[in-house]
């Protein structure tokens, strides 16, 4: 048994070793759909970086050995399945009611009505949103819980492209009403972005004084909440790096468990720290269900479910971070043994993603500029939580005379020293590349 401790110290430590991100020269834009139809530009200062969104990966970083998860059948074998058929099976089998399988087919047909009238991008794009949901009902993938991701989608599209401009790849967006990130993916449609949703829902709870609408984001963001992999996940719903929908992201999912973790604290409310614990399934199952693949030192967690070969060392060190803020703040033991079997794994990899010259991205990939700013970001706060962690274990240590609930069970104290190594090595980098380039750099 693992005694409770409180949880607001370990928060308070947290948030000191979080980077607000709030600091920025400049405030990001996002578009709205207004209420009245008004596509309008505004400044959100919680939006996180560009950078640190799911955009193209640096050239040569392609996604390798797509998998894709077990339907009922294939797309081919099963051509008669549609969506509308597919709502009428989980109507009739109980899992969606009548009300709800008649608003979500009147969804679908308007969107399928919509996409003949439109002409040129505006219709390759919504008929590419519809050509995602078609595959899933015809694989037998259209299941309860996914139908409102599914279906939300399509709505949204429809809503933007019956009037709207085209995007160009990367802007992001929202909708009146909704607190939800869409992000343009050209040839894709508009899809959410959770990453950037679940960034933003971290950046008001650094900035403090947002609680209200850090519990609206939480509420949102669990209706969108899909079974797998024994728990939840949020899928996303579009092709990318050679992935097929629905597939989802160990860099995605560690920060929706780090962003709920928080919302418990900020909103003393338990209820999402379940959250949290009900979204660890995919980081204990394999893919193409979920994203852990067990290696000779821990665990290694995927950016991308369908692609298991792929080790993208920045998203897998952001999925660390989030187990490990989860684990702390929810003082939860299976939440520690998920982080440290990350862990493991990472004190390693962190020496292959520094060659000493300069990041990789992947093995054998170069990160840019960006993704080097990225990892060393996500390294250096690898190195302040465990410098924090062996901080306040000594303190505890001396207060209580005793192990702390933190480590408890477990026969080893992360040792921060290969992150903190590699943070300084990764700066030297980046600012020897910087004068290189003529560029400014912090010392001037």
């Known amino acids: 048994m693992v005694r409770r401790t409180p949880i607001v110290l370990f928060a308070l430590a947290l948030v000191a070793v979080a980077p ?12 709205v759909f207004d209420q009245h139809g008004h596509v309008v530009l505004r400044p959100d200062p919680f939006l996180p970086p560009v950078a640190r969104s799911e955009l193209l990966p640096p050239e040569g970083a392609v996604a390798t050995r797509p ?11 099963a051509v008669a399945t549609t969506v509308p058929s597919e709502l009428k099976r989980l109507q009739l089998a109980g899992a969606l009611s009548a009300d709800q399988a008649t608003a979500y087919e009147a969804t679908y047909a308007h969107a399928r009505h919509l996409v003949k009238k439109l002409k040129g991008t505006r219709r390759a794009e919504l008929a590419a949103v519809l050509t995602n949901a078609d595959a899933q009902a015809s694989d037998g993938l259209l299941t309860a819980s996914r139908v409102p991701v599914v279906l939300e989608t399509i709505r949204r599209n429809a809503q933007w492209w019956a009037a709207s401009p085209a995007l160009t790849y990367g802007r992001r967006l929202r909708f009146s009403g909704s607190r939800l990130v869409w992000q343009a993916y ?28 850090v519990a609206q984001m939480a509420a949102e963001i669990r209706s969108y909440a899909v079974k797998r992999a024994g728990g939840i996940a949020w899928e996303y719903q579009f092709r990318f790096g050679g992935g097929r929908p629905p597939w989802v992201s160990g860099l995605a999912q560690g920060t929706a468990i780090q962003a709920f973790a928080r919302a418990a604290v900020r909103l003393k409310d338990p209820q999402w720290f379940g959250v949290a614990r009900d979204a660890l399934g995919i980081f204990r199952a394999p893919p193409p269900s979920g994203v852990r693949v067990n290696t000779g030192d821990g665990a290694h967690y995927l950016a991308y479910s369908f692609a298991p070969g792929q080790r993208i060392f920045n998203a897998f060190f952001q999925s660390i971070i989030g187990l490990h803020d989860f684990a702390a703040l929810a003082n939860d033991a299976q939440g520690r043994r998920l982080w440290l079997d990350g862990e493991r794994e990472a004190a390693r990899e962190v020496r292959q993603a520094d060659t000493g010259t300069w990041s990789l991205y992947q ?9 080097h700013k ?17 901080q306040n274990e000594v303190l505890q240590l001396r207060a209580r005379r005793g192990p702390t609930a933190v480590l408890m069970g477990f026969d080893r104290w992360p040792d921060p020293a290969p992150y903190c190594l590699a ?17 400014p750099t912090p010392w001037g």
């Open 186 to 213: 050209p040839g894709q449609g508009i899809q959410i972005q959770w990453l950037g949703t679940f960034g933003r829902m971290n950046q008001l709870f650094l900035a403090k004084g947002y609680d209200t609408e």
């Open 67 to 77: 998998a894709r998860p077990a339907g009922r059948g294939s797309h081919a074998s």
């Open 423 to 439: 943070t300084q090595s990764l700066n030297r980098e980046l600012y020897s590349r910087l004068r290189a380039l003529g560029l």
């Open 363 to 371: 093995p054998g990939v170069a990160s840019d500029i960006g993704y």
């Open 374 to 390: 990225v990892l060393r970001d996500f390294v250096r706060g690898l190195c302040d939580r465990l410098e924090h962690d062996r």
């Open 20 to 31: 607000t991100g709030l600091a920025r020269a400049s405030v990001p834009e996002i578009l």
